[in-house]
């Protein structure tokens, strides 16, 4: 057998997995109030190896998501010929802000304003306005970082301030549910609370995961975060998460 052989063998897989994703997104948004809503899929890809993302990326996809700094800077040198649309989706902490900044496009897990001030001045003026989430803690988690409904809308306006972040809505990781209506009613309430503050820069959800893609399209997700259900299950290692 081939590496050519194996390697359109890989990408068949996942054009079918992407596919899969897609009509399950499809599914959700006819019986959801927000039907016109465009989807962007992104393809959670921490702790997956560069060549993983190669073949997803030839299979169609564009965004990929990284929760480690240190792991996503490599990949990033590695797959550089290609046109990807780098997330972070991971805690922030103040000494990674820098090369955050500077080497992401989106990064949707700013949960205070210390995080913001500082990526707003240590982003290049040369790249355009990072785009940003603002993290909920919507179930109240003690092991889950973000702000409060309540919190929200101050936080958005000294936020809208910062001349190189561009906000632009707001993610949240409910606590787990397998019910139907318990994993879309965190992202409803969410949803139509942004919706009362008429505020236009908060036009974006980074809704849902693999497992509850159904619930979070339909309460308006316009991104979903998709590691498991494309990649497989991950393997994660003590050692990275020490260094990164």
């Not at 990807?84 to 205070?112: C, E, L, M, Y």
């Not at 982003?123 to 309540?150: C, D, F, H, M, W």
């Not at 561009?166 to 019910?179: F, N, W, Y």
């Amino acid at each position: 057998m081939n590496d050519s052989f194996i390697i359109i063998n890989f990408m068949n897989v996942y054009s079918d997995r992407i596919s899969q994703i897609q009509q399950a997104i499809a599914r959700a948004n006819l019986t959801s109030p927000h039907p016109e809503t465009a989807v962007c899929l992104l393809a959670v890809s921490k702790t997956k190896p560069a060549s993983d993302i190669s073949l997803a990326y030839q299979s169609g996809l564009r965004h990929f998501g990284e929760s480690y700094l240190q792991e996503a800077l490599s990949k990033q040198k590695k797959l550089a010929h290609f046109a990807i649309t780098w997330h972070f989706i991971g805690p922030i902490q103040s000494n990674k802000t820098r090369a955050i900044a500077n080497n992401f496009s989106w990064v949707h897990s700013v949960d205070r304003l210390k995080i913001a001030k500082r990526l707003n001045e240590q982003r290049s003026p040369n790249l355009p306005p990072l785009n940003i989430y603002l993290q909920v803690n919507i179930s109240g988690e003690a092991s889950k970082s973000g702000v409060t409904l309540e919190q929200l809308p101050a936080l958005a306006s000294e936020i809208k301030q910062f001349k190189n972040l561009s906000l632009r809505g707001v993610m949240a990781i409910p606590e787990k549910q397998t019910d139907y209506e318990a994993q879309c009613r965190p992202y409803r309430d969410i949803y139509q609370t942004v919706q009362k503050l008429e505020d236009p820069t908060l036009n974006h959800f980074s809704f849902g995961m693999s497992g509850d893609i159904k619930a979070a399209v339909h309460e308006g997700a316009t991104m979903i975060r998709v590691g498991t259900a494309l990649f497989g299950q991950r393997n994660y290692y003590s050692e990275q998460k020490k260094t990164d």
